[in-house]
């Protein structure tokens, strides 16, 4: 029986989530791997241009791998007639700005794995094998949405993450710098585990998400500092109307000198991925991309004037970036 009265828990909203249909699970990691167990897939073929945790379930299964290329407009240079009934090929809808190129892969690839892990707001397409990692979205320890539509046939135990969740509350209290150790240990503790139900916890966090709010923010930031870079930006893109990106992306030569101007000012970025470059050779295009594309946080916490403020950081002047 459930217990009533006494102290109070977190007080949380219990709202609708966004993926309200989708099946919950703790990491996207493990909803790759769900989709690779239930379609018992024998070969994947992987973009260089990932997060290495994506091996995980690969190497937990033994699967064939193989890597592919992308090019400037993160489309996947491939010739899909390659591709075998028990091949399956993996698409990252980078940093929320790909939902176009996901659409024309869902039309020409039959066995298709959508990561929408940077695309939380994308709505999965039908019959599409989709999911995402919520944490890189909003604060939150971990969790995972999927859509399949094979159900796999296990008795899966529910995660609990108040384990993790120091550096959520740390941050607020004490600062980012003071428990970012935490935040890589927290992070840490999702490799290696087994797929898993999403915990009360995070089911709870994601009820209580303003998601017309963040997606609003989200899309004026991006806005506002794409009117402001683009004309320095070597990559070109539109933002769709229905997108909700994670980062704006900046690609400009000297980017790895301007992420260290940043860090100087406190303005963390974040890098994706290091692992592209142990993965490629200097020269590469996701080699450049890893080394030189600054992720500028775009997101719900920040406005107008912060946005401005890293701009300043840049040292745009004049039609030139001036700085590092
Ligand atoms: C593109 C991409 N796919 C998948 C993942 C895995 O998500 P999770 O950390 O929830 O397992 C990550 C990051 O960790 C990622 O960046």
């Not at 039309?107 to 890189?136: C, G, H, M, W």
């Not at 970012?180 to 290696?192: G, S």
Request: charged share 25%; net charge neutral; hydrophobic share 35%.
């Amino acid at each position: 029986m459930k217990a009533i009265g006494g102290y109070f828990e977190l007080e949380l909203s219990n709202n609708k989530e966004y993926h309200s249909n989708a099946i919950c699970l703790n990491s996207g990691r493990n909803a790759f791997e769900y989709i690779l167990r239930a379609k018992e897939y024998k070969k994947v073929y992987l973009p260089y241009y990932t997060c290495e945790v994506m091996l995980e379930p690969i190497e937990k299964l033994n699967i064939e791998i193989e890597f592919y290329s992308i090019n400037e407009k993160f489309t996947p240079i491939f010739d899909f007639t390659q591709l075998g009934k028990t091949d399956v090929f993996v698409y990252t809808n980078y940093f929320g700005i790909c939902d176009k190129q996901v659409l024309k892969l869902s039309k020409e690839v039959d066995n298709l794995i959508v990561d929408n892990s940077q695309a939380f707001y994308s709505i999965p397409l039908p019959n599409i094998d989709t999911f995402y990692s919520p944490r890189k979205f909003f604060g939150l320890a971990d969790g995972a949405y999927l859509f399949t539509d094979k159900k796999l046939n296990l008795n899966i135990k529910q995660d609990i993450s108040m384990h993790r969740v120091q550096h959520l509350l740390g941050r607020i209290e004490k600062g980012a710098e003071e428990y970012y150790k935490f935040f890589q240990e927290n992070d840490n503790k999702l490799k290696n585990q087994p797929i898993k139900r999403m915990s009360e916890l995070t089911k709870r966090m994601l009820k209580s998400i303003d998601y017309d709010d963040v997606a609003y923010k989200r899309r004026t930031n991006f806005k506002t500092i794409h009117n402001i870079l683009k004309e320095f930006n070597n990559l070109t893109f539109n933002l769709e109307n229905t997108s909700v990106p994670m980062v704006y992306p900046f690609w400009i030569s000297n980017g790895s000198e301007l992420k260290k101007v940043l860090i100087n000012n406190k303005v963390f970025t974040s890098t994706y991925w290091e692992n592209v470059k142990d993965w490629t050779s200097s020269g590469t295009l996701e080699y450049e991309f890893t080394e030189n594309v600054l992720f500028i946080p775009i997101d719900q916490r920040y406005n107008e004037k912060d946005l401005l403020l890293i701009v300043d950081l840049l040292g745009l002047e004049k039609g030139r970036i001036t700085s590092a």
